[in-house]
């Protein structure tokens, strides 16, 4: 493989990398794995400061 063919392959990843979709991908699976987190997180002064929140969201339960 030559330089010049490697430098095209990383603009190539670089540019897919950056992409809209790419990224609103990555965002929403960020701010998704951050919510299943807080709403079912065992760890008792977490669950605890959560518990009203948890029972305030209609399409969580709790227990």
């Known amino acids: 493989m ?3 063919s490697m430098v095209l392959l ?3 990843t670089v540019r897919l990398t950056l992409s809209t979709p790419v ?3 990555l ?3 960020l701010c998704a794995l ?3 987190t807080v709403y079912f997180t065992t760890y008792p ?3 605890n400061q959560l518990h009203s ?3 305030h969201t209609l399409t969580v ?3």
Do not use: D, E, F, N
Request: proline share 4%; aromatic share 8%; net charge positive.
């Open 61 to 63: 339960s709790c227990h």
């Open 23 to 25: 990224q609103a991908t």
């Open 53 to 55: 929140l948890r029972h």
């Open 27 to 29: 965002y929403t699976s």
């Open 10 to 12: 990383g603009q190539k």
């Open 45 to 47: 002064p977490a669950h």
């Open 2 to 4: 030559t330089t010049k």
């Open 34 to 36: 951050i919510l299943w």
